[in-house]
């Protein structure tokens, strides 16, 4: 160590060559990081969602949960196993351990599940996926004195604009339930025409489909056959022909029933300032950026609000603004480290020493960027607390080197030798303060499973898949709480 601190204060051309290169690169790598709320880590989580109309949390509890639990006991690699079973729908999660592959594990996982040949009448095709890692990012709510289909239509058209916008792919809509198609039988009508209810749903069932017939061959080209019936609003099924008369009439669905559009009982709707409202959740993926997207949306709200006066836009939640807090706090505290260097080394040791001292912070981040890249680093709420309590660690350490340098200086011994002893004599204590740190913080990459997916903010709720805050509570995209009400669950 001795003979490399001599080398670059015999040759300072090497180290302001180095020196500047660091200083280029970090900048570099600097520009090219991508910012996040949480660090990226690799998905360990996979779902297998299970749906039986009109079953009770106890049937699908009995009838389904149960067996997929014990069906993949013997699955390797699997960490823990949770499930929600609810009325109509139970949903597994499956936490798996840190050294295995989860798409070889999503593979097995549906295999064990495919194996059980129990599974009561009438349930439908279960679906097993690996969890998306996403972030959130920004959540607008769009409102006003209008109806709610309305809302949704405005909704629907900023999601497929923002869609089209380069870096902006995860949207999420919330705050109106799903619409359906009510078909209320008349009794008089059922009686007049000697029909039955189960004639009347049969004749809906057949008239509302999406077939394909086959193809037709011919010498130069070939024909697809397909049947598109289906119909999506309510006066797409009204001329649903029920039955034919003998006479040749036709009886038709609006001649027996009454049919209209509605939305479901699902009491899943928002209010802003009380009037209905509609929120907008934008999420970034790991190949995004967050204050890309944040000023795109922001952008695009702004333009579009301007351009409708029946609703209005506010902006609810802000993730990407917690992170560009804590980089302002980061850039303040350099900035305030780096002029106090300056002014009491200035006054109490040397102005030359104090300019160095205090380039040495900048410096220090831009290797800090440079290496980074090279591991996944990106700009996010753990990094930057990080890097704030580094400030501090870099700024008396810079003042402990260049004080103990300068004590030497006057003492007599010429400023090669000063330098050199200067920097031995404290460099055992600095860098064990410095591997202390780095030790005690090296303890969270030893933890595995579920305690460092906690740390890292990974856990999801097993009912909607809200991402689990290691802080405490739940983080959900539409509302501050985690919705386990009327639910079942078990671990």
């Known amino acids: 160590m001795k003979g490399i601190i001599k080398m670059f204060i015999r040759y300072p051309v090497l180290g302001n060559a180095i020196f500047l290169a660091i200083f280029l690169f970090g900048f570099l790598a600097f520009k090219a990081m991508k910012t996040t709320f949480f660090p990226e880590v690799q998905s360990h989580t996979i779902f297998v969602v299970a749906s039986f109309p009109g079953a009770s949390p106890e049937e699908i509890e009995e009838g389904i949960t149960l067996k997929i639990e014990d069906g993949l006991k013997g699955v390797t690699g699997i960490e823990r196993v949770t499930s929600v079973s609810k009325e109509n729908s139970a949903t597994i999660t499956v936490e798996l351990l840190e050294k295995y592959d989860a798409n070889v594990l999503l593979q097995e996982v549906s295999n064990a599940v495919d194996q059980i040949s129990s599974f009561p009448v009438g349930l439908e095709k279960i679906r097993i996926y690996k969890m998306e890692v996403t972030d959130f990012v920004v959540a607008y709510s769009i409102y006003g004195d209008v109806d709610l289909q309305v809302l949704k239509t405005y909704a629907r058209r900023i999601e497929r604009d923002l869609r089209n916008k380069e870096g902006i792919s995860k949207i999420t809509l919330s705050g109106f339930p799903e619409e359906e198609i009510e078909v209320s039988i008349r009794e008089d009508a059922l009686k007049s025409y000697g029909l039955t209810i189960d004639e009347i749903s049969a004749a809906v069932s057949k008239a509302n489909l999406r077939i394909t017939g086959g193809t037709v061959k011919g010498v130069e080209e070939e024909l697809l056959i397909r049947s598109d019936s289906q119909g999506y609003y309510a006066a797409d099924l009204e001329d649903i022909v029920v039955r034919t008369t003998a006479s040749g009439g036709l009886v038709r669905l609006k001649d027996v029933a009454r049919v209209k559009d509605r939305w479901s009982e699902d009491p899943n709707r928002t209010y802003y300032d009380g009037k209905p409202s509609v929120t907008i959740d934008i999420d970034k993926t790991s190949d995004e950026d967050m204050f890309t997207i944040a000023r795109k949306a922001a952008a695009f709200m702004e333009e579009f609000d301007g351009r409708h006066d029946d609703i209005s836009i506010s902006l609810l939640r802000d993730g990407s603004g917690i992170v560009r807090e804590r980089a302002n706090i980061l850039t303040s505290n350099g900035l305030i480290g780096s002029v106090l260097v300056l002014l009491f080394l200035s006054f109490s040791l040397n102005p030359r020493m104090a300019f160095w001292v205090a380039l040495s912070i900048p410096l220090s981040f831009a290797g800090m960027f440079m290496l980074g890249t090279f591991y996944g680093l990106t700009i996010n709420v753990v990094s930057l607390l990080a890097m704030i309590l580094v400030v501090g660690i870099l700024v008396d350490d810079g003042i402990v080197i260049a004080e103990s340098i300068y004590q030497q200086?006057?003492?007599?011994?010429?400023?090669?030798?000063?330098?050199?002893?200067?920097?031995?004599?404290?460099?055992?204590?600095?860098?064990?303060?410095?591997?202390?740190?780095?030790?005690?913080?090296?303890?969270?990459?030893?933890?595995?499973?579920?305690?460092?997916?906690?740390?890292?903010?990974?856990?999801?709720?097993?009912?909607?898949h809200a991402a689990y805050l290691s802080g405490g509570g739940y983080f959900h995209p539409a509302r501050t709480y985690c919705p386990f009400q009327g639910t079942k669950g078990r671990s």
């Open 409 to 464: 200086y006057e003492k007599g011994l010429k400023p090669f030798d000063a330098a050199v002893k200067g920097t031995m004599d404290v460099l055992p204590s600095v860098m064990a303060a410095v591997l202390t740190t780095i030790v005690f913080f090296t303890l969270f990459l030893s933890l595995e499973g579920g305690v460092r997916r906690a740390f890292q903010g990974n856990r999801v709720c097993c009912d909607c």
